[in-house]
């Protein structure tokens, strides 16, 4: 194992004690996959936009069609990609853990295409539709790539089931965040900026509540210095080299 992945030996202690675990994991986790991060510099054709500036109703009000097709690209993106051995080691970890939940702000599905299945989806997944006026899911066996088709019941336009800029998120899911973060021994922070709220006060309400708290990121960002521990290395290794510490097995 590299020097920089050097695990200190009270969390792979806390790791094999723990009955009760808590994940927050962001744009990071999937890096290794080959979706890009939020905050990553668009590539070709997309490259001119801002995603802040597509991920708001007032641009699907704008212009539905140019936000139908930024998402119908970032699927084609997710479908071509694969879990790597982050979202592998995590799906592991929560068969060896009684009390586990895993808090995603990814919207790509990869945790559970990885086997993950105590998932919650704080920002909604970039498979699932919705009406953009009566708010009710949409079910579509494939998304036609150009334009949102039409509500079934309303007429109103489709739009992805993702949360956007300026929009609450699912209370159910973030009720259910909260009380794991709240009761968990352990909360592992992996992957997020920390800079998106209110997802990036979940790793400090944990904190606050009495879990030992953990970020893993490749670099220093907004939560540094605000857990207990920081590991900076990329999670699609670092991940794996946990379980193997901590349970002597890969995924
Ligand atoms: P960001 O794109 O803001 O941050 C990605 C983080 O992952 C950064 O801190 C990187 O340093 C880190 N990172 C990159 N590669 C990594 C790797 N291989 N291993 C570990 N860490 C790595 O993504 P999020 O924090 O997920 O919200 O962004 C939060 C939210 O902002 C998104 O869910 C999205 C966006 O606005 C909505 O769409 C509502």
């Known amino acids: 194992m590299n020097d920089h992945m050097q695990i200190p030996s009270a969390l792979i202690e806390?790791?094999?004690?723990?009955q009760s675990i808590t994940v927050l994991t962001g744009a990071g986790v999937s890096a290794e996959s080959g979706v890009p991060t939020f905050r990553d510099a668009q590539t070709g054709l997309w490259a001119r936009y801002d995603p802040a500036e597509l991920a708001s109703p007032a641009a699907f009000r704008a212009n539905p069609t140019?936000?139908?097709q930024w998402y119908a690209y970032r699927r084609s993106l997710v479908a071509a990609a694969m879990p790597n051995p982050g979202h592998l080691a995590l799906a592991d970890l929560e068969r060896r853990i009684a009390d586990f939940t895993l808090i995603t702000q990814n919207v790509d599905g990869l945790h559970h295409r990885a086997g993950s299945q105590n998932v919650v989806e704080l920002h909604g997944n970039l498979f699932r539709y919705r009406?953009?006026?009566?708010?009710?899911?949409?079910?579509?066996?494939?998304?036609?790539?150009?334009?949102?088709?039409?509500?079934?019941?309303c007429g109103g336009l489709v739009r992805p089931d993702v949360v956007w800029f300026g929009?609450?998120?699912?209370?159910?899911?973030?009720?259910?965040?909260?009380?794991?973060?709240?009761?968990?021994?352990?909360?592992?922070c992996i992957?997020?900026?920390?800079?998106?709220?209110?997802?990036?006060?979940?790793?400090?309400?944990?904190r606050s509540a009495g879990a030992y708290t953990?970020?893993?990121?490749?670099?220093?960002?907004?939560?540094?210095?605000?857990?207990?521990?920081?590991?900076?290395?990329?999670?699609?290794?670092?991940?794996?080299?946990?379980?193997?510490?901590?349970?002597g097995a890969a995924a």
């Open 214 to 247: 953990v970020e893993i990121n490749i670099a220093p960002g907004a939560l540094d210095g605000r857990l207990n521990l920081h590991l900076y290395a990329p999670s699609g290794q670092l991940l794996p080299a946990l379980m193997i510490a901590a349970f």
């Open 167 to 188: 929009e609450w998120l699912p209370s159910a899911a973030w009720r259910t965040a909260v009380a794991s973060a709240e009761r968990c021994e352990l909360f592992l």
């Open 66 to 68: 140019l936000v139908w």
């Open 131 to 153: 009406c953009f006026d009566d708010n009710e899911p949409v079910e579509l066996t494939t998304a036609p790539p150009d334009d949102p088709p039409r509500c079934p019941r």
């Open 14 to 18: 806390r790791l094999r004690t723990a």
């Open 191 to 206: 992957g997020t900026s920390g800079v998106v709220r209110p997802a990036a006060d979940l790793p400090l309400i944990a």
